[in-house]
């Protein structure tokens, strides 16, 4: 457990598919509002990390 008002890094790793299944489970509509708010920063970083792979998958999968 950590004290109020302390600040931690988080590092996450996984892979760009495995990020793409986080998106879209995560982005639906009934989804939560919270869920959805990181589905799209997760989004907006492989997106820019990964343009290209990131658009074929949003090609390939949607």
Do not use: D
């Amino acid at each position: 457990m950590l004290p109020l008002s302390l600040e931690t890094t988080w590092i996450w790793t996984g892979s760009l598919y495995a990020f793409w299944r986080v998106y879209q489970l995560r982005s639906e509509a009934h989804a939560q509002q919270e869920s959805q708010w990181i589905a799209a920063q997760i989004k907006r970083e492989c997106r820019a990390q990964c343009p290209e792979s990131w658009t074929a998958l949003e090609n390939a999968l949607s």
